[in-house]
Every structure is written in C-alpha cells, then in structure tokens.
C-alpha cells in the first residue's frame, strides 16, 4: 500500500490541476496589485556627478579607515549630506527647506579609489541634474572653505603684525624727519627704521605667500558631470512584476496545497491513498460519461477499464475464492454501477459470474442495468417464499452471467449471517464468481455482515459526493473483520442519469434509440438476434442449488 511518503511529481501535479483556478487566480490577483503599484507610484530620476577628492593641507590619516590614503572618503561621504553642504545646495536651488533635500541624496565610494558618486533623486530630469549638480558644487566649496581657513586666519595674523610694523616705521620716520642730521641719535634711529622696513618687508612676502598657497588649494574636482537622465529609475515594471509572480505563484501553490489537505470529499485517487489509506484499484475518468442507465459496452473507455478491474481482482483470489462484496461509502448508484460493470467484465472473459442485488437503497439497481426482473429475488430466498435457482435471472446477451435481484421485500427482510453464508456458499459452490452490491456503509452495518462472509471486499466510491472521513470510517469498518479489502474502485462525480430514480412508467418505456459513436455504444444494449432467446435458453446451464432453509426467528 502506497503512503504519503512514497509521494511522487505525479501527485502534486494532481493537487495542481485540482486547484488550477485558485493558482491562477492567486498569481492574477498579485501581477494586477504589482501593474497597479506600478501604475500609481511616482517617477523617480536619478542623476549622478563624480568627483576626485584631492588631499589638503588640513588633511590627516586616520588610523584604522575603510579607505586608503590621506583623505578618509567615508568621513567625505558624511560631509556631502550635512547641514551645511544641504543648506548651501538649498541655496543654490532656490529652496528652504534643506532637510527635504538630504534623503533624496545618496554617496558611494567605488572600491580602491578616491571618487565621490554623488547621487540625487528628484520626480523630474532637470531636477535630478540639478540637485546632483547643487550638492557636487556645495560640498566642493565645503571642503575649499575648511581647507582654506587655517591659511585665512595666518593671513590675518601676518596683516595684523605687518600693520603694527608699518605703524612703527611711520612713527620712526617721523621722528627721524624731527632731527638735525648732526644729531647723535639719528643714525641709531636710522639703523631701527631700516630693521622695521626689513621686517615688513618679511611680512608682505609671507602673506604674499599665504595668498599663494590659498590659490594652489584644490579639494577635488568634478571629473564625470551629472546629466539629464533619460528614463526613470523607478517605478520598474519588469522588476514589480517579476516580484508580484514570484510572490504570487508560491501563495497560490500553498493555497492549492491547503485545499487539498483540507478538502472534504473525495476528489482524486491521491485522496483515497493518502486520506484514507486505500489502494485503488481503478478510476473511471471524468471523460468518461454516463449516458444510459446500463453498463459499459466491452470497447467503450469504462468498458475497458472494468476489464483492467477483473484482471487485477481475479489475480488477487485464490481458485477456491469466488464471493466478492461491493459496498459504498454513502447512499447512491456508485455500488450497484460498480459490481454490474464488474460482473460483466467477468462474463466477458469467459467466467461464470452471478450477481446479487443486496442494496435495497440504490438509485438504480443491478435488474435495470441487466434488463433481467427484479422479482423474485434475494429477500425472498431469505424469507423462504422461492428457492435459490427460481431467484436466478440469466442477463441478456451474457449467458455465463445470472442475475438475482433485490426481491419483493428487500426493504423489509435484511440479511442474516447464516442466509447470507448459506446463499454464498451455494453460489460458489455451482463454480461462479459471485458479485455483491451491497448497502453503504454510513447509514447500514448490513455491508460489513455480508463481507464477513465474503473472500474479498471493494469499496465503491464517487468522487466529488463522498466525504473523505467517511471513506476512512468505511475502511475501517471492513478492516475490523477477516475478509481482505481490496481496494478501492474510484468513480466520477457526474453519473448522468445513475443519480436519478426513473418515474415508474419512464422504466416500462422503451425509449427511441439515439445515434452515438461506436466507441461509446454498450455491446449489452443492442437489439437481440432473432432465435438468439431461444439458442441462450437451451444453452444456458440451471444453477444447481439446493432451496434455501427459512431462517428461524432465533437465527434472525
């Protein structure tokens, strides 16, 4: 017996074309939210300036950085999106609200170089650009004006000693101009003005060298200039929606998966393996249709795959195992159709075969489908009103094949255990392969009492109509006694006018023949030969049986 372990890619495509709607379903459902999130969000342009960034005088090593060399691009990357950089590129864009500006910037560092990518996002390409542009250019004066400072401030403190010092060379001059020129002081004050004239001399050349090195300052430059870009950088639409479909189609596969396990009728033959630990023995497809109340035709799809069901249930008996009881899982034609089509396919191949119409609760039952009469029957063998051989009907077109029915009072008069191994035993004993159609399990015990008598049993079961837990429970009841259990024969959910019972004057009707192909034509419906009737009745062989003893009250 198969487990759910033993779970094959057959299975789960089962599960999938079970559910192909909600997959699809799923998957459509999540491309349109992606088309519609692509559809609503807002364009977005990126544009991007690179800049060098060149080491200054004010420029230290930092120990333990990410990057090499004097300047630490990761401290850069921070300055390009501070207060201070974002208000002079607010500045710069007309603009004043700077804190609007930095989220929309983004800095990378390429690996193993000293390049700034200066990234701004704006709902427009010129405002891309120029916000890239903006930033490129604030942090460029950002990093020129830090640089420059401390050369500032020398200047300064040069200009402020070199004006004392020109102060004093006035005042020096002046009080030279005072003198005689026999004076005895003058030539020392002459020495003291030339030394204050050298001295301011050395000023002016160093703040004309400070000038100088402020000139030769160079933060960086900008060495790929941003642009307008041409298309958008969001929304994506390929992008979205390949994320929609990957997220769509695993959702809709786990809700497939979820239905299946939660489902609560039969649907597949996987159900029957995994749900209720059942072997099955065939499946009628749903191709299959059931145009006419009666059995399949020996080429016809269901014909053939009865055929394929003797083979395999002959192979599992024994020679002196020949009674088998077909039961249902709930009230309804699936066991009467499967125990008629498997008692035909028997005959067909040459075996004597008796089928017994122990389901009284049928929508159609085994006499209809053979065209044999339906009185006398079982339930009067049981009560002792006619013997076994009187009950007995051969169906026509089968001579190998007999047909006891329900009786006049099949309703009234159930089975006992002894009526039931007494008719089996005799049935078997005249060398027939005996097929039961019993009553269903979930609403009778009678099916259990006749496979307890029985050498096989096989549940019949109609997918899309019986419950799963109800199949288990079914299975159950006929493994708690000796008789094997088969398997399972699986049917589809629609059996045409099987699920109907007939107005009693549409059963006396002969209806008009209707033209079908002859694939689907049933061998067993056509027209007699003439003097055939009469060949079948010299031929046929009368079931030796003994009459059946009435059963006692006790017994009963």
Known sequence: MRTPAARTLADYGVIVRRS?????????????????????????????????VLPTASDTAVAGARTAGQVNLDTEAQLVKSTEVALAAAEALGTKDPDDLVPRVSVTVPPNTAVLEITFRAGDPEAAQSGAVAFSEAYLEHRRSGATASIDRAIAAAAVALDGVKADVAAAEDELSRMDSGDDDRSG?????????????????????????????????????ASVPRAPVSPK?????????????????????????????????????ERCELDVLASVPPAVKFQRREVFGAYSPGGRVFSQLRNVVASQLTHDQRVIVVAG????????????NLATAMARAGDRATAVAANPSTTVG?????????????????????????????????????????????????????AAAETFSKLAEAGRFVVVDAPPLSCSADAQLLAGHADAVILAVQSGRDAIAETAAAALAMRQIDTPLLGAVLLPSALGPMNTVPLPSARRENPSPRKVSQDETPTDSLEPVEGEAEERAATTQVIPVVPAAVPSAESR
């Open 366 to 418: 085994l006499p209809e489908l053979f065209g044999t009469d339906s009185v006398p029957g079982l339930a009067d063998v049981w009560s002792g009103r006619v013997d076994l051989a009187e009950a007995a009907h051969a169906a026509p077109r089968q001579p190998s094949l007999s047909v006891i029915g329900p009786g006049a009072a099949a309703r009234a008069a159930g089975p006992t255990s002894e």
């Open 329 to 340: 899982v709930a009230p309804g034609p699936a066991a009467s159709v499967v125990a008629a």
């Open 237 to 273: 639409a390929m992008f979205n929606l390949a994320a929609a479909l990957g997220l769509g189609l695993p959702l809709g596969l786990i809700l497939a998966w979820a239905r299946h396990r939660l489902a609560r009728k039969v649907g597949y033959p996987t159900d029957l393996v």
């Open 189 to 225: 004050l002459e020495s003291e003005l030339d030394a204050l004239r050298q001295e301011a001399e050395e000023f002016e050349a160093e703040i004309a060298e400070l000038g100088a090195q402020q000139d030769a300052v160079s933060p960086g430059r900008v060495i790929n200039q």
């Open 20 to 52: 192909w709607w909600l997959i699809i379903g799923t998957v459509a459902a999540a491309l349109a939210a992606g088309f519609a999130h692509t559809s609503l969000s807002e364009e977005v342009y990126e544009s991007t300036s690179s800049i060098l």
